[in-house]
């Protein structure tokens, strides 16, 4: 009797864990090698605000590049004056920590943005330093929880949560992640402070179907909302127009066009 017990047990496990025809680690690993565009070049509407409130409303330049599959961003502030010319550049690496700089207009000069600094507000926004990048799938643990769910403008969406393997390395307990089956972008994220509350939430608001060289179709996230639950505070980034897969020189992605702005 014991023995048939144990055997029920053990099946009930195994009909559990293939519940779902695809785990979390499987989905967020097709979300991070997601088809990005060879080349784009935006405009970016950034707007501030508090409880609903607009505070502020930047206009920003944005260059993109994906070569051997890793990213790398320029963004340039053109207006208002407070941060205009203030300059970030993003560089992914493979298996370690993007490298960051950002130029200061106030100080004529490049600095590394350090791993250290990666809570911190990136130029005033409620993105984070580490919130401009892109976790690798192998850093966390990934759980489904739900194989279908509707979630802002978004319907039929995957769930699911990533815990850090090194509670260090995030500033994050962890994450909750809404994501599209088609185009394999995370369109709502939710992320827990380290006492496990709810301190922000990361929401796309529409996605763009894009041609792009070699009949390719690119899905382009266009308007990107990060608010702090926590104290009601918003940035909202909403591309203006964007062009992809027109080349941009690679002196572009160098910190000497972040010292000089050409």
């Not at 590049?65 to 963004?75: A, I, Y």
């Not at 994450?175 to 709502?188: E, F, G, L, N, V």
């Not at 929401?203 to 060289?213: L, Q, R, V, Y």
Request: hydrophobic share 35%.
């Amino acid at each position: 009797m014991k023995l048939l017990k144990t055997l029920a047990v053990a099946a009930t496990f195994v009909v559990g864990a293939s519940a779902f025809a695809i785990d979390g680690t499987e989905i967020m690993t097709k979300v991070f090698d997601r088809q990005k565009p060879d080349f784009s070049k935006a405009s970016v509407q950034v707007t501030l605000a508090k409880n609903g409130k607009v505070e502020e409303t930047r206009n920003v330049g944005e260059y993109g590049r994906c070569k051997n599959g890793l990213s790398d961003v320029v963004m340039v502030f053109l207006s208002p004056a407070a941060v205009k010319d203030t300059r970030f550049l993003q560089k992914e690496n493979d298996g370690k920590d993007d490298d960051k700089w950002i130029y200061l207009p106030t100080l004529k000069s490049t600095r590394r943005v350090a791993a250290s600094d990666g809570t911190k507000a990136f130029v005033g926004t409620d993105f984070s330093y580490d919130d401009m990048s892109t976790r690798e799938v192998s850093d966390d643990t990934h759980e489904l929880l739900k194989e279908s769910e509707d979630k802002g403008n978004f319907k039929d969406l995957y769930v699911v949560k990533s815990t850090p393997k090194d509670p260090k390395s995030s500033q994050y307990s962890y994450r909750i992640s809404y994501i599209t089956k088609d185009a394999w972008i995370p369109t709502y994220i939710e992320m827990y402070d380290k006492k496990g509350k709810l301190l922000k939430v990361n929401e796309i608001k529409s996605i763009k179907k894009m041609p792009g060289t070699n009949d390719r179709v690119y899905n382009v996230p266009m308007e990107n909302v990060m608010t702090n639950v926590q104290n009601g505070h918003s940035t909202t980034m909403k591309m203006v127009n964007i062009v992809v897969d027109k080349p941009i020189p690679d002196h572009n992605f160098t910190t000497d066009f972040l010292t000089t702005g050409r």
